[in-house]
């Protein structure tokens, strides 16, 4: 399994668009990239996946390199709810695999 | 669109007692389910994984002995924590596999040991 990086921790403003980096330079050609995020007393909720160049969905954007070693998950005009601890995970799902999960960034909004 | 239930959200056992804990795919088949386990530290923990059609693959540090799971049909899942101690709590999380790529995750079941 590929092993991820990412900052611990981003802070941010109301409406600001927050980006969180995650680097992924063993990531084998089998492995899609996932992000999730978790608030307090809930489970982690998916937000985006992705193989390859850019990935949108209602929630976020992700971004991948070229070489795929480097992704950047994009959350547009943040509010208060954003605030979560983000989960980059590669893994190879369609293999049977399961998440691993890392530490994660914790991104802190105000108001 | 895809639901997870988990129940009960939250249980005290006393430490040696067993504590059963449930798994619903609500709206959708999963063909698969991964048990975690998140410490008060939030550090996650991989307990499982059962998938259909497979036996289920515990992880090193967990065995079917300590958290037998059921995996009766593609909605439903449980699994057990027996003789419970101060090290089992934590929150105990099910993901359902929705589709080719993604895992759902319910609210988990907070378990607590005296």
């Known amino acids: 399994l590929a092993k991820t990086t990412q900052p611990p921790s981003m802070e941010a403003y109301e409406g600001q668009e927050v980006n969180v980096s995650c680097s992924h330079t063993?990531?084998?050609?089998?492995?899609?990239i996932y992000w999730y995020r978790q608030v307090p007393h809930q489970g982690p909720q998916f937000i985006i996946q992705g193989y390859k160049d850019y990935v949108v969905n209602e929630v976020a954007s992700l971004f991948i390199s070229a070489d795929r070693k480097l992704s950047t998950l994009s959350l547009p005009w943040v509010s208060l709810r954003d605030a979560a601890v983000y989960y980059c995970?590669?893994?190879?799902?369609?293999?049977?695999?399961?998440?691993?999960f890392g530490t994660g960034t914790t991104v802190s909004v105000s108001p | 669109g895809a639901l997870v239930y988990q129940y009960p959200r939250r249980t005290i056992c006393k430490s040696g007692t067993s504590m059963r804990m449930e798994c619903q795919a609500v709206?959708?088949?999963?063909?698969?389910v991964a048990w975690y386990r998140q410490s008060p530290q939030k550090t996650f923990e991989l307990i499982a994984l059962?998938?259909?059609?497979?036996?289920?693959?515990?992880e090193q540090n967990f065995t079917q002995e300590k958290f037998p799971i059921s995996h009766p049909n593609l909605s439903f899942s449980s699994m057990t924590v027996l003789n419970a101690y101060l090290e089992d709590r934590g929150l105990y999380l099910c993901?359902?596999?929705?589709?080719?790529?993604?895992?759902?995750f319910g609210a988990g079941t907070r378990l607590s040991v005296l």
């Open positions: 993901g359902a596999r929705w589709g080719p790529n993604t895992l759902y």
């Open positions: 063993n990531i084998a050609t089998s492995e899609y």
């Open positions: 995970i590669v893994t190879d799902i369609q293999g049977g695999r399961a998440l691993i």
């Open positions: 709206g959708f088949q999963a063909t698969s």
């Open positions: 059962s998938t259909v059609n497979s036996a289920i693959k515990y």
